[in-house]
């Protein structure tokens, strides 16, 4: 029988603290128990690094798949507007496009333009804006917080991570 990794962690502290309650149980019965439930842990920790790995390899696979996709995607727009290059080349060549119809909806329009800056020296203050951003420096906060330093409205938060997986 297959069973979850939490599970059998349950079961082993079951056993654990349930010792002196069990009637009748040998104290080696008991340590006999425990035994194989931490040989059944043992494996199912293994199953879980080897589908870990696994898991790690398709997601490989993946992102190397989707670098390819979009590799392929931006060839197929730089085709787009190489057409549209030959659509202009065209137009300015013999001064007009091919006949319009419900499969050539083609037409070529001006853009509603745009700003060119030449030199940028040159250009009055009056058309610069002043940006400025406010942001938190949470490494200092961090180091301070580390150091026993209590800032309002933050709180030092200190998780847990697996490790050994890779």
Partial sequence: MSRK???IGSDIVTEQ???QIASGDTEEDILKRLEDLYKELAQ?????FWLYQKTEKEIEMFEAQ???LKKHVAVMKRGQER???LIMETNQAIGKL???SVFNPIKIRKSPGSVDIIEENSIPNEYYTVIETK???KKR????MRSGVEIPGARLKIGENVGGLK
């Fill in 5 to 7: 990794l939490h599970e």
């Fill in 17 to 19: 603290w349930n010792t």
């Fill in 44 to 48: 199912k920790e293994d199953g879980v």
């Fill in 66 to 68: 989707a670098k390819k």
């Fill in 83 to 85: 057409i549209k290059g």
């Fill in 98 to 100: 091919p006949k319009h």
């Fill in 135 to 137: 942001r938190l420096d």
């Fill in 141 to 144: 906060m961090l180091e301070e």
